[in-house]
């Protein structure tokens, strides 16, 4: 008898529309049902917005030996509370957790969850591994392979990090898009207009910003440019999408790939429109001019801070001219500029505030994205807020339940602010630079996003909740 297995995607973002794919899970069901020939159930509650009650129902009448769950680390909390409802259902299910929640905080979570099993590093291989070695043995008899924390008893073991995986294309796999509720998705777009998807075509960034969780590490691998135009072909005949959004670590970190990629989108796909994440130090005016041919009308920046001094402490490696160069490059191609900035390093202070503040009106920069700085489990920014006990040792657990979408506060890790004052700088700074900025006219703003996406641009302007988002989330509506 096969195994039943159930693979659950926890909710996130709940102030907002769901809009992106749940890639690793979704990549995760695909190599399963391909290598082992089960067909997983797929509970996608992100997408669905299941309530509790309803989740419990799902799992009642169901049938299932073992359940696959994971995300990004907001929703540690909710892994806690499924694995709970689901020994609840059914006592005997192996509950298995995966993704930058669980990986971060292996032990952590295995304490404090009825989880029995933790991914720690990519699932490709591994998951086939364990599931095999579930279909004859116990889970406490399976300890030796490679890749996992285990829970047997109060024990917590460690049978080491999986190998990274060599070769994306043959050892990894497009999400199983099928499984997933694609009409939700599809009409809640994330950066485009039109059914917009997102796309993850590289793990690993060759940077180290100290704010940043590198699962991966520095070493940058992708997929090839022959990949991606299959999937992306796949995408618009099964699913006729408009636009696609690369949602990379370091989408430019192969400048090599994506001009190869700008060729073969322009030759196979001509009609898509697509965008992507950026760095400040790594465009160049050819490359972002051949990007712009292939399509592509908005390359994201994270600028963090108009402070090089802050910048310089969270390891950015980027200065505040290659981020006027990216500012330029962007205008001259008529570029979306979507730009996100932090509040709240521990060395910022009134000085760099302001230096934010005059970098966005020098530029023209409405401060529509500006995130407080929290320090996530696996950074070094978390290392030194522990360390310097900012975060209490035996407090770790409750400061990662607390953890939700860095609009919000969490934690002030500043000498010179307090809380309060953290909160007011914030404001003040939106307001201020708000102020002195001169936003687009109605007209002109128009004009510009009809220009990028013609037709597609019809019902963008009646659409509240779009427009809302846009300005929200990354301020979308910049140029
Ligand atoms: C795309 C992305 C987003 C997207 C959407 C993600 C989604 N699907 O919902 C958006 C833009 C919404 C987003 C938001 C945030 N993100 Co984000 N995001 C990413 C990014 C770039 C890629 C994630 C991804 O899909 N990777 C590709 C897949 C294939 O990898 P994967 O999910 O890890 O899955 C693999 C393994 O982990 C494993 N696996 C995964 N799940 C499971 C389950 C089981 C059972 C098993 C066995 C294995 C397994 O197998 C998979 C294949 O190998 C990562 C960076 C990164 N390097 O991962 C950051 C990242 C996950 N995000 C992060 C953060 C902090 C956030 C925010 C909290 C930031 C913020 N500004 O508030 C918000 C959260 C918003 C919220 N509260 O809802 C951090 C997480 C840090 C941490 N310690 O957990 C990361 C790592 C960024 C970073 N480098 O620091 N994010
Ligand atoms: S923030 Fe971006 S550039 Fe910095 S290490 Fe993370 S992925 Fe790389």
Not at 153 to 164: F, H, R, T
């Amino acid at each position: 008898m096969k195994l039943k297995v159930v693979i659950i995607n926890p909710p996130i973002r709940l102030t907002d529309k769901p809009r992106h794919i749940p890639h690793g899970l979704a990549i995760l069901a695909n190599i399963i049902r391909k290598k082992l020939g089960i067909a997983p159930v797929f509970i996608d509650i992100n997408a669905h917005r299941y309530s509790d009650k309803k989740v419990q129902s799902i799992l009642e009448t169901m049938q299932f030996d073992v359940v696959l769950i994971g995300g990004l680390i907001p929703v540690y909390k909710r892994i806690i509370f499924y694995a709970d409802m689901i020994k609840r259902i059914n006592p005997k299910a192996i509950i298995i957790a995966g993704g930058s929640a669980a990986m971060s905080v292996p032990e952590l979570l295995l304490r404090n969850s009825k989880v029995d099993c933790i991914c720690a590093g990519e699932g490709e291989k591994v998951i086939i591994d364990i599931l095999n070695g579930l279909e004859n043995y116990a889970l406490k008899e399976l300890t030796h392979i490679k890749g996992f924390y285990f829970k047997i008893g109060d024990e917590i073991l460690c049978s080491g990090k999986p190998d990274l995986l060599k070769k994306l294309d043959l050892e990894s796999d497009i999400p199983a898009y099928d499984l997933l509720p694609m009409d939700i998705y599809l009409s809640n777009p994330s950066v485009g207009l039109g059914k917009d998807v997102d796309f993850i075509s590289s793990r690993g960034c060759p940077f180290s910003c100290t704010f940043c969780y590198q699962p991966w590490g520095r070493r940058f691998r992708a997929h090839s440019p022959d990949f991606i135009i299959d999937a992306l072909k796949y995408l618009k005949k099964r699913y006729r999408i408009d636009f696609l959004s690369f949602q990379d670590d370091e989408f430019l970190a192969d400048r090599k790939r994506v001009y190869e990629l700008c060729e073969k989108i322009g030759k196979h796909i001509p009609n898509l429109l697509w965008s992507c994440t950026g760095r400040a130090n790594l465009v160049t005016d050819e490359l972002v001019g051949a990007m712009k041919n292939a399509g592509c009308v908005s390359i994201s920046y994270g600028f963090e801070s108009g402070s090089q001094r802050i910048l310089d402490s969270m390891n950015k490696k980027v200065t505040i001219n290659d981020m006027q160069n990216a500012i330029m490059l962007n205008r001259k191609y008529g570029m979306m500029l979507p730009v996100s900035f932090m509040i709240g390093m521990p060395e910022e202070d009134e000085e760099s505030c302001r230096e934010t503040v005059e970098f966005c009106v020098r530029n023209n920069i409405p401060l529509r994205s500006m995130m407080f700085v929290t320090p996530y489990p696996g950074t070094q920014l978390f290392e030194d807020a522990v360390s310097g006990g900012r975060i209490e040792r035996n407090k770790i657990h409750d400061f990662v339940m607390s953890l939700e979408d860095a609009r919000d506060f969490t934690i002030n890790l500043t000498d010179v602010f307090t809380d309060e004052g953290l909160i007011l700088k914030r404001a003040e700074m939106i307001k201020n630079v708000c102020s002195r900025v001169k936003l687009e006219s109605k007209e002109h703003y128009k004009a510009k996003v009809e220009s990028l996406f013609g037709d597609l641009a019809n019902d963008y302007f009646e659409n509240e909740v779009l427009l809302k988002h846009r300005t929200e989330h990354g301020g979308m509506d910049i140029f």
